[in-house]
Nanobody, 119 residues
């Protein structure tokens, strides 16, 4: 099992920035990649960004590429999502997730943190 704890959400004006953090604990040696997803009210959960645990390759949704940056703190099982140039359409609950080795799905999820961007 891997446990995840997110922090850093809040209210920000359009054009502003926020940084989300996600700390992993438990069987972190089993992590293949970690990522961020988001779910806006009335919409399905969507992929935002991911980072491979080995090699730090990153992936982004087209809607956030160039504005968001996912990174990892190697000494700790910790990832960040730096969000710049925020837009009202970025408003959502943001979830941290883990894709373990040997799995083809994202098995572990955090509780979510609310990000609200006002216009």
């Amino acid at each position: 099992q891997v446990q995840l704890a997110e922090s850093g959400g809040g209210l920000v004006q359009a054009g502003g920035s926020l940084r989300l953090s996600c700390a992993a604990s438990g069987r972190t040696f089993s992590i293949y990649q970690m990522g961020w997803f988001r779910q806006a009210l009335g919409k399905e959960r969507e992929f935002v960004a991911a980072i491979r645990w080995s090699g730090d390759t990153t992936y982004y949704a087209a809607s956030v590429k160039g504005r968001f940056t996912i990174s990892r703190e190697n000494a700790k099982d910790l990832i960040y999502l730096q969000m710049n140039s925020l837009k009202p359409e970025d408003t959502a609950v943001y979830y941290c997730a883990v894709h373990p080795m040997g799995s083809n799905v994202w098995n572990y999820w955090g509780q979510g943190t609310q990000v609200t961007v006002s216009s």
